[in-house]
């Protein structure tokens, strides 16, 4: 199993250009996430989706959009990308339900021009 | 332990000995606590985790003590390796059901090895 999937690993941008992150699982989890972490401030949550179908709002998503294609995949979208969406992002996913850990994927290093 | 702000707390080990790693929570109504290891360049990655309904729970070279009376948990880690370098930091889950909520990660630790 690979758990956790991210593309790409590295991207630049130029402030205005707009790109998709992709994550996928194979682990049958239902709920999937997208987080960002910067210096100090921790893992931020700013998508998740609980189960295929639904998505909601997490701490930070302005800026942001997400699509929960099927069970395995939830991409993040930038429209219009911003010197501060530069972060590390990550993906994870989980079981519904309490007791049950994220799972994460490696991340994409993300930086905006 | 963990606090905010923009440096990690550092704590530095002897290889050989052990370590313990501190994290305090806010809300009494978190009913369940994961550890994560991030090792440089990595995603976070799951150590141990523990349940309200327990203070103390043990896996391989790895202890997780929780406090509920003052709202404090630790991992402590046995025999410290070169390996167990990395950012240590906790998560709390407050509330029932699954999903995303009240899923809340600290700030981190970050853990030093030396020879």
């Known amino acids: 199993n690979a758990g956790v999937t991210q593309t790409p690993k590295f991207q630049v941008l130029k402030t205005g250009q707009s790109m998709t992150l992709q994550c996928a699982q194979d682990m049958n989890h239902n709920s999937m996430y997208w987080y960002r972490q910067d210096p100090g401030m921790g893992l931020r949550l700013i998508y998740y989706?609980?189960?295929?179908?639904?998505?909601d709002k997490g701490e930070v998503p302005n800026g942001y959009n997400v699509s929960r294609l099927n069970k395995r995949e939830f991409s993040l979208r930038l429209e219009s990308a911003a010197p501060s969406q530069t972060s590390v992002y990550f993906c994870?996913?989980?079981?519904?339900?309490?007791?049950?850990?994220?799972?994460f994927g490696n991340g994409t290093r993300l930086t905006v021009t | 332990g963990e606090s905010v702000g923009l440096h990690l707390p550092t704590l530095s080990v002897q290889e050989g000995d052990n370590s313990i790693i501190n994290c305090a929570y806010s809300n009494s109504a978190s009913d369940y606590f994961i550890w994560y290891k991030q090792e440089s360049g990595k995603g976070p990655q799951f150590i141990i985790d523990i349940r309200s309904n327990m203070d103390k729970r043990q896996g391989q070279r790895v202890t997780v003590l929780l406090n509920k009376t003052v709202k404090h948990l630790s991992l402590q880690i046995a025999a410290t390796q070169p390996g167990d370098s990395a950012v240590y930091f906790c998560a709390e889950n407050i509330g029932p059901g699954g999903g995303a909520d009240g899923l809340t990660f600290g700030k981190g630790t970050h853990l030093i090895i030396q020879p």
């Open positions: 989706s609980a189960s295929e179908g639904t998505t």
């Open positions: 994870a996913s989980r079981r519904q339900g309490v007791g049950s850990p994220l799972h």
